[in-house]
């Protein structure tokens, strides 16, 4: 008996296939033919969602390691399964996931993706409302756009779901529902941390910082990263996490008067924070020659796709742009400008493959 190739059920197994050999295009594809067939169809609507999530990570490889010489197949190689352990990790309702590895600020190709997923999540949900793994993606994704309690009530959901034999992943959507309600309990005391009511806890600097960065309280969020940075070594030194280089972006923008809270400052706190986010990303700099100069696969990988951002970060952009450079001293002008050759010095180690 022939199958008919038009079947939803077809199409879904094809994309689960195409997307397990890196063929996320494909998957998605196949994913979008199945609905069109059976917009009913709960499952694939969940799995689309996983896939156009791990969309940016495939195509991260496809673009940039598309050809395949001795040196750049391995290459290609590590990145298909970093995206291949992406999707693994948004099946798994992973704590660790994140949409945009080492920002703050969601870029725009990333919140089209986030969106999107967020709308399958949703269609599944009102399909098969009794469905733990949806409710939790939702969550995931929901956290990722700083919606703290609609994220926290959908792991709840998934919660009240979940099979008891399934300890695992209780015990990440407990994670994760245990993160929101921590966030939430922070961002409920920033507006005293402003005002200098409450001194923070150290061990919450951090969250803070991020929390008040998002919130366009970049100087706030420089004090509370400082804090951040000289309480934990690990941090201050941990490039993947980025702490430091966001560190050096709110004082950056701090230090070009924008923020919130950029009223109580005067020029030479602006001067001092500016000279602050330089050094910061000068010791990133440094710190990623270290790394490179006896780089592992994996090392050239992170180091490409963290520091060809600083070129278009809009938090750096008016520290780049040769007329906003004009404007600093000599001697600050000086000190930028040499940045941004050892940058692109760093930068130039990479060739578009």
Not at 33 to 53: E, K, Q, T
Not at 59 to 87: F, I, P, W
Not at 194 to 215: H, M, R
Not at 289 to 294: I, S, V, Y
């Amino acid at each position: 008996m022939r199958i008919d190739p038009e079947l939803p059920p077809a199409h879904f197994n094809l994309a689960v296939l195409r997307a397990a050999t890196g063929r996320i295009n494909d998957a998605i594809e196949h994913t979008e033919r199945a609905i069109g067939n059976d917009s009913s169809f709960a499952l694939a609507h969940y799995h689309l969602g996983i896939f156009v999530l791990s969309k940016g990570f495939f195509d991260d490889a496809e673009l940039h390691y598309a050809k395949g010489d001795a040196s750049t197949g391995s290459l290609k190689a590590v990145v298909m399964q970093q995206a291949r352990d992406c999707v693994s990790q948004l099946w798994s309702l992973d704590p660790s996931w994140t949409i945009a590895s080492n920002r703050l600020d969601i870029p725009a190709p990333d919140l089209i993706r986030l969106d999107k997923a967020i709308g399958h999540f949703r269609a599944a949900i009102e399909l098969e409302p009794s469905e733990p793994l949806p409710h939790g993606s939702l969550g995931q994704a929901i956290l990722v756009k700083q919606q703290f309690a609609e994220a926290e009530a959908a792991f709840q959901c998934a919660l009240e779901r979940l099979p008891g034999s399934e300890k695992k992943v209780r015990a990440k959507l407990e994670r994760l529902q245990n993160r929101c309600r921590l966030l939430m309990a922070l961002e409920s005391g920033i507006p005293d941390i402003i005002q200098g009511v409450t001194k923070p806890a150290n061990d919450d600097c951090l969250d803070l910082a991020q929390l008040c960065f998002v919130k366009h309280y970049y100087a706030t969020a420089v004090l509370l990263y400082a804090a951040a940075l000289s309480n934990n070594s690990q941090l201050f030194d941990n490039l993947r996490g980025g702490h430091r280089y966001n560190a050096a972006r709110a004082a950056a923008l701090a230090g070009c008067g924008q923020g919130n809270d950029a009223a109580v400052l005067d020029a030479s706190k602006k001067n001092d924070l500016l000279h602050q986010a330089c050094r910061w990303l000068k010791l990133d700099i440094a710190a990623w020659k270290d790394k490179l100069a006896k780089p592992a696969a994996a090392v050239q990988i992170e180091a490409r796709r963290i520091l060809t951002r600083w070129r278009d970060d809009p938090a750096l952009r008016t520290l780049r742009d040769p007329a906003a450079l004009d404007e600093l001293s000599i001697a600050e002008r000086d000190e930028w400008k040499s940045l941004w050759t050892d940058l692109d010095a760093l930068l130039g180690r990479f060739t578009r493959q």
